[in-house]
């Protein structure tokens, strides 16, 4: 049985892909003459034009490349050859690319089959809107192949692709929610790795993750922050971005020095499961995961505009929590939303120890340390702390 659902996927899929490949259309003046040329069906003088272009950098070149090498156009078939170009082209953004390698992962062609490594260049090709990828991914998630069985997650991904293909919805359809039975609803989410695409000034971050079955009403939360360098000590908010999906892309600009995470929350249950924060390479490699040492805790110190006391006070804090191991943020408030008294925020048992000792060292107005008020379960994530700071030494 999973042997037919492989092939489903994969013949179906890479037909169609690579049939649209080799559709020719008009041409622009400004079309490269590799491409040309394979619009044209002239393979055997594409061959060595494409060769240069995909050595100037063209991710489409890689791709025609991938094509003709898996066809046997203009020379006999090559599998190797043609999942290189396939991984080059996907490394460089083609979603086209990318949900080739996916399929050829998935079937096996011309190499060991590996339905995780499937799974998440499918899931860059489906957070892009690649029909065929989220079909294909759904299909994944539903038989648990690569990833764990999740048919709420794979009815997601199927419906999304029902918008263009109506096998999606037909399959949606016929999944059987006691499949998901049994599994632990408080388990983090399990990170894939991260594939950054595109120019400096333009970058979109792939994001993809997998997750066991949880209770209804469940999503996830992209975190993205900057992680402290002997050059930048603190830590700052960079993305949090609440999704129901496993795959996500998003534009990264400005710092390099950035980690990132994916929590699982379900309001109705009150879980909230956060994966280990991994270091976010913004380089173009698809490596797995960095694994960085983690942060004793979260902390964000907020100060009013102009508080001279509260901004050397939050200075001297940040400092002596950044030695302990913290993620220190300092940052303004908005003077619309400057409290008058200072307090502290924490999120849940684990922060109120190190939340009390913070409390202990803050001065009030009146003298006296400052308590932990409000006790908001609402105001951060688990582990975290948020301080309001107002006033502090001359």
Request: no cysteine.
């Given at each position: 049985?999973?042997q ?12 169609i ?8 259309s ?20 594409a ?16 791709l ?6 898996d ?14 170009w396939?991984?080059?082209a ?7 690319a ?25 899931a ?43 096998a ?47 209770a ?13 360098t ?35 929350t ?13 270091a ?5 490699a ?25 901004i050397?006070?939050?200075g ?13 943020d ?11 008294r ?7 048992a ?21 308590l932990?008020?409000?006790?908001d ?18």
């Amino acid at each position: 049985m999973r042997q037919a659902g492989i092939r489903e996927r994969a013949s179906a899929a890479l037909s169609i892909a690579l049939a649209a490949a080799i559709v020719a259309s008009p041409l622009a003046a400004q079309t490269p003459p590799g491409e040309a040329a394979f619009a044209a069906r002239d393979f055997i003088r594409a061959a060595p034009l494409l060769r240069r272009e995909a050595a100037a950098g063209s991710a489409q070149a890689m791709l025609h490349l991938g094509t003709m090498a898996d066809l046997g156009l203009g020379a006999a078939q090559d599998a190797a050859a043609a999942f290189r170009w396939y991984l080059a082209a996907a490394g460089a953004g083609n979603v086209d690319a990318q949900f080739n390698v996916a399929v050829m992962l998935d079937a096996g062609a011309g190499r060991t089959r590996e339905p995780r490594a499937a799974a998440t260049w499918y899931a860059r090709a489906a957070a892009q809107g690649h029909t065929r990828a989220q079909y294909n991914l759904g299909l994944l998630l539903a038989a648990g192949d690569g990833v764990p069985r999740n048919t709420r997650l794979a009815r997601l991904w199927l419906n999304r692709a029902a918008q263009l293909l109506p096998a999606a919805a037909e399959r949606a359809a016929r999944l059987q929610p006691p499949a998901d039975a049994g599994a632990d609803p408080a388990a983090a989410p399990e990170l894939a790795s991260v594939l950054v695409v595109g120019p400096a000034d333009a970058r979109l971050g792939l994001f993809s993750w997998a997750a066991a079955p949880g209770a209804p009403g469940e999503r996830f939360v992209l975190e993205i922050v900057t992680r402290p360098t002997a050059a930048h000590p603190r830590s700052r908010d960079v993305a949090r971005i609440d999704t129901p999906a496993t795959a996500i892309t998003v534009p990264l600009a400005g710092p390099n020095d950035l980690a990132w995470r994916v929590r699982r929350t379900n309001r109705r249950t009150g879980s909230d499961a956060a994966s280990a924060w991994q270091a976010l390479d913004l380089g173009p490699a698809a490596a797995a995961p960095t694994a960085l040492a983690q942060p004793t805790a979260r902390v964000t110190l907020r100060h009013a505009p102009g508080d001279a006391g509260a901004i050397r006070l939050a200075g001297r804090l940040a400092d002596a929590l950044a030695e302990e191991g913290a993620w220190v943020d300092v940052r303004q408030a908005a003077a619309q939303n400057a409290t008058k008294r200072t307090q502290v925020h924490f999120a849940d048992a684990t922060a109120a120890p190190l939340a009390r000792r913070i409390a202990a060292s803050l001065p009030g107005p009146d003298g006296l340390s400052a308590l932990p008020a409000p006790f908001d379960t609402a105001a951060s994530a688990p582990g975290e702390i948020s301080v309001d700071i107002v006033g502090g030494p001359n």
